[in-house]
């Protein structure tokens, strides 16, 4: 029963710690020029579904991520939106309007999104039912091909 609470505690962990795992995404907004620079959108938490405009053009859409960096900005003011809400997220919607420097970046540091806690717990609590249905088959099966090795 001990080892099942434990197997158990340490299964919740992992599954919530996959669930943070965003890669950066880079975008290239136009072919670069000496004249252009670069907006890195950073947000504290990760989204499911971050979405990035500059002056009305889409340059990130719906990424699973932390941190958007757009090359090929052209130097001078952008209009930037940014819009962040995935499954068990609430959405929300910032514009800002930021100065672009030749070969610089421009970074725009954002909260990330609130999540939906009864969402949250549902989807924890489905991911670790399913993963205990499947724990069970995957250790017969490796049982099963360790039995008939040593064999």
Not at 33 to 44: E, F, K, M, T, W
Not at 47 to 60: E, P
């Amino acid at each position: 029963m001990l080892r099942r609470r434990s197997s158990l505690l340490v299964l919740v962990i992992v599954a919530g710690c996959f669930h943070h795992r965003a890669p950066e995404v880079t975008a290239h907004f136009a072919p670069s020029s000496p004249d252009s620079g670069a907006i890195d959108v950073v947000l504290q938490s990760p989204t499911r579904a971050m979405t990035v405009a500059v002056d009305g053009a889409l340059a990130v859409d719906r990424a699973h991520t932390r941190k958007a960096h757009i090359d090929g900005v052209p130097a001078g003011p952008a209009h930037v939106q940014v819009a962040v809400g995935g499954r068990c997220e609430r959405g929300g919607l910032v514009q800002e309007d930021v100065e672009v420097a030749p070969g610089r970046t421009t970074t725009i540091v954002l909260p990330g999104p609130d999540r939906k806690f009864a969402c949250t717990a549902v989807t924890t609590a489905a991911t670790v039912a399913l993963t205990l249905t499947l724990i069970r088959p995957a250790i017969h099966l490796v049982k099963a091909i360790h039995t008939a090795v040593v064999r």
